[in-house]
């Protein structure tokens, strides 16, 4: 089971942020659902950024070595250069 209380936190501490910074902040529920949802959005990229990551390391390996092997491309014509 996964625990999302950290997005609570993180809600939390947006609002009182927002509130504490000046007094002419007021919170209405217009700017608390359109806080809510853009943190709900950057936590399921935020949890997508480490596969990114990862196949952004790996498509220069693959490229370079899988995919120019069964195309059977020569040496020359490679794109990356060691």
């Given amino acids: 089971m996964t625990n999302y209380h950290y997005i609570f936190q993180v809600a939390l501490a947006v609002f009182a942020t927002y509130l504490m910074l000046s007094s002419d902040n007021v919170l209405d529920p217009e700017k608390a659902f359109v806080s809510i949802n853009i943190i709900g959005i950057l936590n399921w990229t935020g949890a997508l950024l480490p596969m990114e990551i ?6 220069p390996y ?19 250069t060691s």
């Fill in 62 to 80: 693959v490229f370079k070595y899988s995919l120019l092997q069964y195309l059977h491309i020569n040496k020359e014509y490679e794109i990356f």
């Fill in 54 to 59: 990862s196949f952004a390391v790996q498509v």
